[in-house]
């Protein structure tokens, strides 16, 4: 049994593509930059920073960090915005009700902090966290472990002993690199295959596959995808 359950938002709680990808279209309009939508989705569960950084690396225009700074304000508000077409994946409210009380719970999302506050109140379901970890606190990005371990300290317990519900590819890795458990869901933009190489302990086709996911958290501690 884990002591506690750590999700992912944009993609795995949340349908949020098409307003994340909207989002930085409408920042970068009336600049000469251009983005496909393929572009955004194939980065999305790492930070809007480095998705700018890389659009502005990819034009080879120099840059300073401030600028990155002044397109993710953007962004965010942006996403604030349109925000009113945002819907919980299927099955996501039910199962966060079904493990409230019995596991902590958290978010580690990339996504920033004014952007989550204001979704978690908007889809009501704020009152389901104990913790809510932000791109704003921490330095690096998923795939790095440092958002899940930062998870972890302030929820009390072992990476071990956290189990982490994610639909990227990138969070995912970072999953693994902190030694926790992994659910990968096909909910967001990886399709079965790219995720599959990258070993999590289980996928599951919709949060809805509720049975599957439970019997994982409060059943053996590892299970094979």
Request: glycine letters at 6%; charged letters at 30%; proline letters at 4%.
């Amino acid at each position: 049994m884990f002591d506690a359950v750590i999700f992912d938002w944009d993609g795995t709680l949340a349908n949020t593509k098409q307003i994340v990808v909207a989002s930085f279209k409408r920042v970068l309009k009336d600049s000469p930059f251009r983005v496909a939508d393929g572009f955004v989705e194939s980065r999305l569960g790492t930070s809007a920073r480095e998705i700018f950084r890389e659009i502005l690396g990819t034009a080879k225009v120099g840059f300073e960090e401030e600028t990155i700074r002044k397109l993710v304000e953007k962004r965010m508000q942006a996403e604030i915005e349109i925000s009113g077409q945002v819907r919980l994946n299927e099955g996501a409210f039910d199962l966060l009700k079904a493990l409230r009380g019995r596991v902590k719970l958290a978010l580690a999302i990339m996504n920033n902090k004014p952007v989550i506050d204001y979704l978690l109140e908007a889809c009501g379901v704020s009152e389901f966290f104990d913790v809510v970890l932000s791109a704003d606190e921490v330095i690096k990005p998923k795939p790095d472990p440092e958002i899940f371990l930062k998870c972890a300290s302030r929820l009390g317990v072992f990476p071990e002993k956290c189990l982490v519900v994610e639909d990227s590819l990138f969070g995912v890795r970072a999953a693994k690199a902190a030694r926790m458990t992994c659910i990968a869901a096909l909910t967001g933009s990886f399709p079965r295959e790219e995720l599959e190489q990258e070993h999590p302990d289980l996928i599951v086709g919709l949060l809805s596959d509720k049975e599957a996911i439970l019997k994982l958290v409060f059943g053996k501690s590892r299970q094979s995808s």
